[in-house]
């Protein structure tokens, strides 16, 4: 039941990761640092919308469900620093008991597990709004460019753990 679970949770973050988390950033050359959606900023630029030949009305639909998904990224997120307070506070109980409550640390688990859920689930419709607003050619060039990008983002070594094309062992050495 709970592997079922993880392999649900697994594939969810791995599916929303392959559709967004590579994202179709190629405007002004690179992957944006902090907070926002890429493929937003790629989709309603004036380059996306022209290397897409995307029509005024495409441009106005998604710019219309990128703000709404914005909004409801915003009210799900709710007060993070009430949250994190929250976590914090629950972690320091399970820490602090003489004995390791299993229940009270699945209950954590669960909780985080299934605000991901939520967050994957709700990317992966704005995906699909994408997607459903797109015709079959501009979907064929949206996909090519995802492809490429991710490949890039590949061979200059953007993964967990790299800076610089250097990771932190070879950071330390050199």
């Not at 990224?73 to 949250?83: H, L």
Request: proline share 1%; hydrophobic share 40%; charged share 30%.
């Amino acid at each position: 039941m709970i592997t079922r679970k993880l392999t649900k949770l697994v594939l969810i973050c791995g599916l929303a990761t392959t559709a967004l988390g590579t994202g179709a950033v190629m405007a002004k050359g690179g992957m944006p640092h902090g907070k926002g959606m890429p493929e937003a900023r790629f989709l309603l630029s004036e380059r996306g919308a022209a290397k897409l030949d995307l029509t005024q009305q495409q441009q106005k639909e998604l710019k219309a469900a990128f703000e709404a998904q914005k909004a409801q990224m915003k009210a799900m997120r709710g007060n993070k620093e009430a949250q994190r307070d929250t976590f914090k506070a629950q972690m320091e109980t399970l820490l602090a008991k003489a004995t390791f409550d299993e229940s009270a640390a699945q209950e954590i688990i669960d909780l985080r597990k299934a605000k991901v859920e939520v967050f994957a689930m709700q990317k992966l419709k704005m995906e699909h709004t994408v997607w459903q607003i797109l015709n079959v050619e501009q979907r064929e060039k949206y996909t090519k460019m995802k492809k490429r990008f991710a490949k890039k983002m590949k061979d200059k070594g953007h993964r967990k753990g790299w800076h610089g094309g250097k990771n932190a062992d070879e950071k330390a050495e050199g």
